[in-house]
């Protein structure tokens, strides 16, 4: 894929600086205020996106009869190691869901700093409140990317669509790609996802980016759950061209994301760390660049250490190799040595050829 995407506007592509989106999901912590302080915190650190999530607790799942659901552990999350273990998906989806009256004047606020604002939904009935809301692109989270129903819901809008590919075979992806290509979409964006929380680097495998972006012929990035900018400056260096990470204006207020979300201060890194990876990949490029060609001058040439009466001899004790570099190039040394002076050579003469006989 040779041409730019372009959501709001902003364009997406190798050209241009990478799309930064801070997932605000449940981190408001139920507070419409903290919300919009989240939406000025993103814009104030230079993200390009906040994105929503939009379901509700009955659009995501059912609520669990506590006594044979719990025992059968039907609706409830079991994983040892997850950080939501032991609750019900009811409970943690009612505390997580973004109000959807919110929305409006979430988005208003986006417009108003300049950013851009976008929702993740979970069922067709959240396409169709959104849409409402003019929103630019859809994104498709990594539990729904075998959801082939909303995948074509949303696709058949003709916005651009943001998938992440976390926990799908390429079989999935495939059918993912060709559902929403079928369904009208011609601009699709494939995450790189590991859906663990946190999930930690040598679980990540960026390598899968180029893979994405040659098997689909599409703009590929990362959904990115690590600690830490590392792992998305090294995919920036890989072809991502979309990073996303979950933000909160603070850890510490606690929230259901909040343990892999980054702060302020953080997302101000993460911006500007991903455009350094960016603008350093350049282009195939040897030789010296326009800033290098005045440190040519500083590399190692042959001069003269000792003075050199003509007729003598250039030996190794009166020649060297050493900085700057106004004199012939090393490569010479072996050449000159042994021969005749053609004039009288004080110490410290930077060689050339007219000084050999």
């Avoid at 300049?114 to 990594?142: H, M, N, Q, R, W």
């Amino acid at each position: 894929m040779n041409n730019s995407i372009k959501i709001g506007n902003r364009l997406i592509g190798k050209a241009h600086q990478p799309f930064v989106i801070a997932e605000m999901s449940g981190n408001h912590n139920q507070s419409l205020d903290r919300a919009l302080a989240i939406v000025e915190a993103a814009a104030k650190a230079g993200a390009h996106a906040v994105k929503l999530q939009t379901y509700t607790a009955d659009t995501m799942t059912i609520e669990a009869d506590k006594g044979r659901d719990a025992l059968q552990g039907l609706f409830y999350i079991d994983d040892p190691k997850s950080l939501w273990k032991g609750r019900s998906l009811y409970e943690l989806y009612k505390e997580a869901y973004t109000p959807w009256e919110w929305h409006g004047p979430i988005f208003k606020r986006c417009r108003e700093l300049d950013i851009i604002g976008f929702s993740t939904p979970f069922d067709e009935t959240a396409v169709d409140f959104l849409e409402g809301l003019s929103v630019p692109a859809y994104k498709i989270a990594s539990f729904e990317n075998n959801h082939l129903p909303l995948i074509k819901k949303a696709a058949a809008t003709g916005k651009p669509l943001i998938i992440s590919t976390g926990m799908a075979t390429v079989a999935e992806l495939d059918e993912a790609v060709l559902t929403a290509r079928k369904a009208g979409c011609k601009d699709i964006i494939l995450l790189k996802c590991t859906s663990a929380y946190p999930s930690v680097p040598d679980d990540t495998n960026l390598k899968t980016i180029r893979h994405l972006k040659k098997l689909f012929d599409v703009e590929a990035g990362l959904s990115d759950h690590t600690l830490g900018v590392g792992v998305a400056a090294a995919a920036v260096a890989l072809g991502a061209t979309v990073i996303e990470k979950h933000f909160t204006l603070s850890r510490a207020d606690h929230g259901v994301d909040s343990v892999f979300s980054m702060e302020p201060d953080e997302l101000k890194l993460l911006v500007d760390e991903t455009k350094k990876a960016w603008l350093a990949l350049g282009k195939v490029s040897y030789g010296p660049t326009e800033r290098e060609r005045a440190s040519l001058r500083f590399r190692r040439s042959v001069y003269v250490v000792k003075d050199v009466a003509m007729g003598g001899k250039f030996t190794t004790e009166n020649t060297r190799i050493i900085r700057p570099g106004d004199g012939l190039s090393p490569k010479y040394y072996d050449v000159i040595i042994g021969k005749t002076a053609s004039r009288h050579i004080k110490k410290g003469t930077p060689m050339n050829w007219e000084m050999v006989l």
